[in-house]
């Protein structure tokens, strides 16, 4: 080897070990194994954490960390890029989408379920008739007694409990059912809003359904998957101690006309908005979308567990748990009487 060969080859060995020492590490999880975290709502940690057990007993080398805090908080750390794999229950707003896209980062959303907004009472409550003009009236105060809804209730005073003050809950009853109108002096909130919820502990939506279970005067809003029965998967049956208000869209409630939130009335809801022509009969009308939002590039954990929930498997998941998937169509049949 002549002199001009040795040092080429000199050359060739300091650069290899110039790359080596300013090596970009390189991701060692994949879609199914490897560590991620998911910031969820707080309201959706059943069925969440349904999905996070059959997700990691089919691939025992993957750990999935959900990070339950409120709907507000979930959205904030996507955009801090703390966590790159939210549960939410909206879309990213402009502003969100160009701060993302200027970090370069590529961004996937979709909608996996519909869920149903449960209103609930105590057990020994008979008054499970509402309408949605009703409701709007009990939240601005407007109407504060039973006695209002129903002059031969033994109930007086309404109290209205809610999870926390900012939560998707109370945003959702702002936007949809009260349009922005202040919330009456009967509203309250069991716990104030936190970073983080504690899933070992009493979360917020089990304080509602115990507090409402306890006081005969109060009605709470909780997500389906916290009330549906894990005992009942076949007709979708809710748990037991509390009673389930039938909604009504229409100006008198009847019991022909107010619908309980199972899965086949949502279904039926959200026919009715597309195409009221075709389904002219309405379904339960409190119902909100779940999105999952990633940020995260494709090819790991966060991307396979992303996967995993809008497919067949997972959108199963999410049926058992009293709530609508969106990527399982249902049949809607119509029959007329002759």
């Given amino acids: 080897m002549d002199m001009k060969q040795t040092r080429l080859l000199i050359m060739a060995l300091g650069m290899l070990l110039f790359a080596s020492c300013y090596e970009r590490p390189t991701r060692t999880d994949t879609a199914t194994s490897g560590i991620t975290q998911v910031a969820v709502d707080e309201s959706f940690a059943p069925v969440v954490e349904a999905s996070i057990n059959v997700f990691e007993s089919l691939y025992p080398k993957a750990a999935i960390i959900p990070v339950y805090t ?62 949605t003009q009703q409701l709007q009236k009990v939240l601005t105060g407007e109407i504060d007694s039973w006695k209002q809804l129903n002059p031969n209730s033994p109930l007086d005073e309404i109290t209205v409990m809610f999870d926390t003050p900012n939560s998707s809950m109370v945003r959702y009853m702002q936007d949809s059912i009260t349009l922005n109108r202040p919330f009456g002096t009967n509203v309250k909130a069991l716990s104030a809003d936190s970073a983080l919820a504690d899933i070992t502990q009493l979360v917020s939506h089990d304080k509602v359904i115990e507090y409402v279970a306890t006081h005969a005067n109060a009605i709470g809003f909780v997500g389906l998957n916290w009330i549906s029965s894990p005992t009942d998967s076949i007709s979708h049956g809710f748990i037991e101690g509390i009673n389930i208000v039938s909604m009504s869209s229409s100006l008198e409630a009847t019991p022909l006309n107010s619908y309980k939130p199972y899965p086949y009335q949502l279904a039926l809801e959200m026919a009715h908005r597309e195409d009221p022509r075709e389904f002219p009969a309405r379904g339960y009308p409190l119902t909100r979308d779940i999105f999952m939002i990633i940020t995260d590039s494709p090819g790991g954990l966060s991307s396979g567990f992303f996967n995993f929930v809008s497919g067949d498997r997972g959108q199963r998941i999410i049926l058992k748990s009293g709530m609508l998937p969106s990527n399982r169509p249902v049949r809607l049949v119509q029959i007329s009487e002759e």
Avoid: C, P
Wanted: without cysteine; neutral net charge.
């Fill in 70 to 131: 409120t709907d507000l908080n979930s959205y904030q750390l996507l955009m801090d890029d703390s966590i790159r794999l939210i549960i939410g229950t909206r879309l990213l707003t402009e502003n969100e989408l160009a701060i993302i896209k200027e970090r370069k980062q590529r961004i996937r959303s979709h909608k996996i379920a519909i869920d149903g907004i449960a209103v609930i009472i105590h057990k020994d409550n008979n008054d499970t008739l509402l309408t």
